[in-house]
């Protein structure tokens, strides 16, 4: 069973004036499929490097399959690791570039190798590549290559640092679907890192959402994208972004009107009483562009700022605050300056604590 545990891990660099991990916890269960995600510096990296032995943690423990490998060498960890730039040899051929790894950790004879070798090489599509050097490939057939490396050694447990980062939307679109269907297949306990949140919400059973070397929410992406357990979180996933208004509350739990200059919006239903329990005052309501629709009457007034078409949507920049998003149907096409009526359910409204960012609900 290869389950990966994190128990409190930590890197700090530079005699502790970089904490890069801030003692972070996750549990990876057998065959599970886990993307950590977060912004540039949050930690993604070390954190993965740390697990394949290729950074020693300053505290804490890494244990595989119930072992602790904390001390372990990276040679010795049953793990692979496919990177962004793919780290092949370029002087090898992808055949010698594939069998490299399993001479280094399995003792089969040199025909079970080849064969090894031949079979992922169909897996992957890349038997006529064999004997071309990486020299020879596309961006994204050497990631097919670096993949079928990783795969060629049946490890424990797969480790993807920004594997499709160098690769153009298209194909990248392509990748992340062949390697979803890779570790379905092959039930490899897997985890995958990316900066790209939508690359995240697309792939993997799970996400664990990186900031500032702590983790911040662990979830599956629809559970993680309805009920984001703070502000930031609530910010990172989803595009375009949550858009958030500061307002100051007032009433009791029977109900709750949330305003600034600019908004007032009132909430009755459980809502109004998490508030009121909480007895927050300045809080800030948070409502995804998705959430907010158009109406004729009944509304928040508001003034459109910009319409920014985008296909089958218009996102229309609102004057409710900086960067205030409606994301409507591209029938619904206001003039720039025009005044409207806009409007979201309770239901959909997220609700944090101005001054630490918690989730009030
Ligand atoms: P990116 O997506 O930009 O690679 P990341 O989330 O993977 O970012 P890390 O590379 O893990 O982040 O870095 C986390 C923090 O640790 C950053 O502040 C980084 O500058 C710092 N850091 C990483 N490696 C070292 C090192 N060898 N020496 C000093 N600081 C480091």
Not at 20 to 37: K, N, R
């Amino acid at each position: 069973m290869a389950t990966v545990t994190l128990d409190t891990l930590r890197k700090e660099f530079d005699n502790g004036r970089i904490v890069a991990v801030d003692d972070v916890s996750l549990d990876v269960a057998d065959g599970e499929f886990v993307t950590v995600v977060g912004p540039s510096g949050c930690g993604k990296s070390t954190t993965l490097r740390m697990i394949a032995g290729l950074e020693s943690p300053t505290s804490g423990s890494i244990r595989i399959g119930g072992e602790d490998v904390t001390d372990l060498h990276a040679r010795d960890r049953d793990v692979a690791m496919v990177f962004q730039n793919y780290a092949l040899y370029p002087h090898k051929t992808v055949r010698e570039n594939m069998a490299f790894g399993l001479r280094m950790s399995t003792d089969l004879s040199k025909a079970e190798r080849r064969e090894k070798v031949d079979e992922t090489a169909e897996m992957m599509g890349i038997e006529e590549l064999l004997d071309d050097t990486p020299g020879e490939l596309s961006g994204g057939q050497k990631q097919r290559v670096a993949l079928g490396r990783a795969i060629v050694r049946e490890p424990d447990v797969f480790l993807f640092d920004e594997p499709l980062s160098n690769l153009d939307a298209k194909l990248r679109t392509t990748m992340r679907t062949e390697i979803q269907r890779l570790q379905d297949e092959l039930g490899v306990t897997s985890i995958y890192v990316t900066h790209d949140q939508e690359e995240a919400m697309t792939m993997g059973d799970r996400l664990a959402i990186l900031d500032g070397g702590e983790l911040q929410q662990t979830g599956r992406p629809k559970d993680v994208y309805e009920r984001p357990r703070n502000e930031f979180v609530g910010g990172f996933v989803g595009s375009p972004s949550m858009n958030t208004l500061p307002v100051v509350a007032s009433g009791d739990d029977s109900g709750v009107t949330l305003s600034n200059d600019r908004v007032r919006y009132d909430l009755s239903g459980e809502r109004a009483r998490r508030v009121a329990d909480a007895g927050v005052e300045d809080i800030h309501l948070g409502v995804r562009p998705e959430d907010v629709r158009v109406v004729d009457s009944g509304g928040i007034d508001t003034v459109v700022d910009v319409v920014e078409p985008v296909g089958s949507d218009n996102y229309l920049y609102l004057d409710l605050g900086p960067d205030f998003i409606a994301r409507v149907d591209a029938d619904v096409e206001p003039a720039m300056d025009d005044r409207i009526q806009v409007t979201f359910d309770e239901r959909d409204v997220h609700l944090f604590d101005a001054r630490t960012g918690d989730s009030l609900l």
